[in-house]
């Protein structure tokens, strides 16, 4: 079974105290920290790259769980595997002719690859990432457009996460987008895992039971099935 992980969305977060944050997060029960590292190209928005991570890197020993919204995730393997970075999860929409050698480098710098795929991008295209003899090692469900935060969950995507699950019950599936306490449920009973939760925790006036929250609800739905 794969284990429950509650990933805070730093790019909810005051980035002037980055560091403070990070530290905050960790102290109130977060498994992981989930960075959004956006080109202003493969989406609007533009956010961090390396150099924040690496400078986040000098004051945490956490997983940073990068999600890269750019257009050319390979440019990015070496300065993150430099950096610090964690997991680097890239986008299925502009890696269909060269998944297997980003995976590998991805591995060779000693990070963590995850696929991950827009609303409109069928749950298919990412069979063969999950099933080739050098595998991701997780799976990210937008639940939202990717690009800015904030927005509202898109429980159609759900079924999605219960064909991953189905498909593949030791995989580690991630949602990410609009995810709090009023869709937590519908997202862990489907099969997500890994919760990506921003405005939800940062915005709460008791950000530790929000994560508490999430996490009871993935092990819930866990332990009923």
């Given at each position: 079974m794969a284990a429950a992980k509650i990933a805070p969305s730093m790019l909810s977060s005051d980035f002037a105290n980055l560091a403070s944050e990070a530290e905050r997060m960790l102290r109130l029960g977060a498994d992981w920290l989930h960075m959004d590292i956006?080109?202003?190209?493969?989406?609007?928005?533009?956010?961090?790259?390396?150099?924040?991570?690496?400078?986040l890197r000098k004051h945490t020993k956490a997983y940073l769980d990068c999600h890269l919204m750019v257009?050319?995730?390979s440019d990015y393997v070496e300065p993150?595997?430099?950096?610090?970075?964690?997991?680097?999860?890239?986008?299925?929409?502009v890696t269909r002719d060269n998944?297997?050698?980003?995976?590998?480098?991805?591995?060779?710098?000693?990070?963590?690859?995850?696929?991950s795929l827009r609303p409109g991008t069928p749950v298919e295209e990412v069979f063969p990432l999950v099933e080739a003899e050098n595998p991701v090692e997780l799976v990210l469900v937008m639940t939202v457009?990717?690009?800015?935060?904030g927005q509202k969950f898109m429980p159609e995507m759900m079924d999605k996460?219960?064909?991953?699950?189905?498909?593949?019950?030791?995989?580690?599936?991630?949602?990410?987008?609009?995810?709090?306490p009023s869709t937590i449920d519908v997202a862990a009973s489907a099969g997500?895992?890994?919760?990506?939760?921003?405005?939800?925790?940062?915005?709460?006036?008791?950000?530790?039971?929000?994560?508490?929250?999430l996490r009871r609800s993935v092990e819930g739905s866990q332990n009923k099935n």
């Amino acid at each position: 079974m794969a284990a429950a992980k509650i990933a805070p969305s730093m790019l909810s977060s005051d980035f002037a105290n980055l560091a403070s944050e990070a530290e905050r997060m960790l102290r109130l029960g977060a498994d992981w920290l989930h960075m959004d590292i956006m080109d202003g190209h493969f989406v609007p928005n533009l956010t961090i790259g390396a150099p924040v991570i690496q400078s986040l890197r000098k004051h945490t020993k956490a997983y940073l769980d990068c999600h890269l919204m750019v257009t050319n995730p390979s440019d990015y393997v070496e300065p993150l595997g430099k950096a610090g970075a964690t997991g680097f999860t890239f986008h299925i929409e502009v890696t269909r002719d060269n998944w297997q050698e980003l995976i590998q480098s991805i591995k060779s710098k000693g990070m963590r690859p995850g696929v991950s795929l827009r609303p409109g991008t069928p749950v298919e295209e990412v069979f063969p990432l999950v099933e080739a003899e050098n595998p991701v090692e997780l799976v990210l469900v937008m639940t939202v457009e990717p690009g800015f935060g904030g927005q509202k969950f898109m429980p159609e995507m759900m079924d999605k996460v219960r064909t991953l699950r189905n498909k593949y019950p030791s995989l580690d599936i991630e949602v990410d987008g609009g995810l709090g306490p009023s869709t937590i449920d519908v997202a862990a009973s489907a099969g997500a895992n890994c919760i990506v939760a921003g405005s939800s925790i940062f915005g709460a006036a008791d950000p530790g039971e929000v994560i508490s929250m999430l996490r009871r609800s993935v092990e819930g739905s866990q332990n009923k099935n």
